[in-house]
């Protein structure tokens, strides 16, 4: 578990208090000894909750547990912990769900449908409960308004930094705090994989206008980042709003006083999503694939996403060798419309290929420059109409290999 | 280029003449040095051709050519240059295509399009056409019956060893030969990436018939082999009849009378692309899907895909570690029916999980040492239907990393 800090890490912002929230972390032992593997937040009645999981079709017990609860959109506590994922461990898993969500339900006085959960770590092993439960009132009796850096680092599995973005907005004359915490390195691939994030906000949103932002939110940030193109079973990204601070009141229907707190949020998932891919498992370099003259956003974003999650894509870039040989064949394997004698591929502002053929004189040296730095812009032009979308991703290095050849052991 | 020859690797059987197939090989210098890098056969008047070819949107112009080539079913000439794809070449492409194929015709005395073309190596270099044009009358001069381990060879680009394989069929009483070679190594997935696979036969199929042949015998062949998810664009499958050994005639809707000969096309076809992902490359370990119970055939595959390309799997693997967590999450991704709580994992014979949880008293010692062999067999039961299929893919290694981080240098 102890690999080199990303050269690509960014550090944690001050993070304050979020008006209504109380957060603490503490140590149960599930897998990691001497650390924190628990992560609490406990918020006041009238919480509202909104969530987006995994599409994987064999998701951990703790997300059907989340995606039950949901729909009453209502939230009295999380209970995150790492080291041990849930998944797939079958009616033990559930039993698991019901015991700590009931534990924790009555520490905080509420009910265990108002419990939120999650779990992130090896796959396939027994939640042990008991010690989990233990644990918890000791770690209750800590809360407090200042938690979110120990947050952000007891949720943490394979990532090399503790991951935090934190934004104000405003509502009517009220100023409100959008803070966020995520974890995720690998497995990491939309929807949601191996990565949970946390948010939340002393707003006062009904739970459906909450979900509406946070959906919006989560296309081009956290669907639109991929290490591995490994889908995880657990990921989860839930966002609270306590409605501590007094602001003018919320419509049903949500609207444009909501402008501000909705561009916030979505900075909030977009900064997130991105430190996730600079911890990008064996991560090198970050590379953003821009996608322009697709038919559609929807193909411009699977375009992106077919040359992001190829291998001979990524191993050229970790050697900062100027292949667009091999973008043309991601490009073309993606199976959206392309056509050869339209094509043109960029990188780092260097158009190297036009309309399908090497631009006359091409000189490679300013493209090898870019891309011996920390961060890679690729560009891909379809020429066939206005779709496009941007996709983020890392290198594929022999850090990798080492990582994912040792997690278990 | 000088890679370690794969652990996996198979020498080369016997190769004996196929009557009416005339072959050789040259150097011609178009990007390699002091090695044969020019393949080609010369069939006699009446050859008929079937050919399979990538899906990538953006193929080579070789590819081009030969689908236009494919509707007469007819062949006199195949040529093969190793070092340079023609691919992304624009108008340059399709000029050096026209130009080959025509100096070909020539020396053959046929039409330019019955010469079949195929080029692999470097995307996006314009081919050196007066090179290429200039070595062909030396080596057409050369051909003769015995070249398939030469031809094996000069094919080859990132491949550790040369790929050939030969079957014999009864149609009637007569007894015809069937034999192939391949490259490939890289960028294998389907449909047919950086992969070329020649076969000839000496039986007299009619074109049609000799398509549906292949067509049928690549489904669980090379489009079930992968490497790395990519896929090249040049994959490029033929097969030609030379028709030069007497046997009772074939009508032109086939028939029973082809069960041999197509028992034996398609095992050729399996032997070769098993080669390929012996040879994929970094790969220390041979790896074989097994899905079954799933909703359909084709459910099946896709999933056997999604398990095959995962890079944690190809990773843990790598590790000989029996990591089944990684096989639920590979399974899951796929977006095919798959239910949690009805799905089991095995891996070389052992069940580890089943029906959604781990099997009671599960001893992972049998399954650590299956996977520290060099050949790994991995089940997957959905417990859904009755959709079964196998897929090849082989492991995730540094040695990946190392070719692919520096193969145009």
Tied chains: 1, 2.
Aim: proline share 6%; with cysteine.
């Amino acid at each position: 578990m102890a690999h080199e800090v990303s050269p690509l890490m960014l550090p944690l912002p001050a993070m304050p208090p979020v008006p209504g929230v109380a957060i603490a972390t503490g140590a149960a032992g599930i897998r990691y000894k001497a650390r924190e593997d628990v992560t609490m937040m406990v918020f006041p009645a009238g919480t509202t909750v909104a969530g987006v999981f995994t599409r994987n079709q064999c998701p951990g017990a703790p997300v059907d547990w989340c995606r039950a609860a949901l729909p009453a959109g209502r939230a009295r506590a999380l209970l995150v912990n790492a080291g041990n994922s849930n998944v797939f461990t079958g009616r033990a898993g559930r039993e698991a769900c019901a015991a700590t969500a009931g534990a924790m339900a009555k520490l905080v006085g509420c009910k265990p449908k108002e419990v939120f959960l999650a779990s992130t770590g090896v796959i396939g092993e027994k939640l042990p409960t008991e010690k989990y439960v233990a644990a918890l009132p000791g770690i209750v009796a800590k809360t407090g308004a200042d938690g979110w850096h120990a947050a952000a680092r007891a949720i943490m599995t394979t990532d090399t930094f503790a991951k935090g973005a934190t934004r104000t907005a405003k509502i009517g004359d009220a100023t409100v705090t959008i803070s966020g915490i995520a974890k995720g390195s690998g497995m990491i691939m939309p929807d949601m994989a191996t990565m949970l994030s946390f948010l939340a906000t002393d707003a006062k949103i009904p739970a459906p206008v909450l979900q509406a932002i946070l959906k919006r939110g989560i296309g081009p940030s956290f669907n639109s980042v991929t290490v591995d193109s490994d889908t995880s079973t657990s990921d989860t990204v839930l966002l609270f709003a306590t409605g501590a601070t007094k602001h003018a009141k919320v419509p049903a229907e949500g609207g444009p006083m909501l402008r501000d707190f909705t561009r916030a949020v979505h900075a909030v998932l977009m900064e997130l999503a991105l430190m996730v891919a600079r911890d990008g498992e064996g991560a090198q370099k970050l590379i953003r694939i821009d996608v322009t003259g697709a038919v559609s956003a929807k193909s411009a974003h699977r375009i992106g996403m077919s040359v992001a999650n190829s291998p001979l894509v990524k191993t050229a870039i970790a050697a900062a060798d100027a292949n667009w040989g091999r973008i043309v064949m991601a490009v073309g394997k993606a199976g959206e419309p392309a056509e050869r004698d339209k094509l043109s591929i960029g990188v780092g502002g260097t158009w190297m290929a036009r309309e399908g053929e090497l631009v006359p004189g091409y000189d490679e040296a300013p493209v090898t420059a870019h891309m011996q730095g920390r961060e890679v812009v690729i560009q891909v032009d379809l020429g066939l109409g206005r779709g496009k979308a941007s996709v983020f991703t890392c290198d594929l290095t022999h850090a990798y290999i080492d990582i994912n050849g040792s997690y278990r052991s």
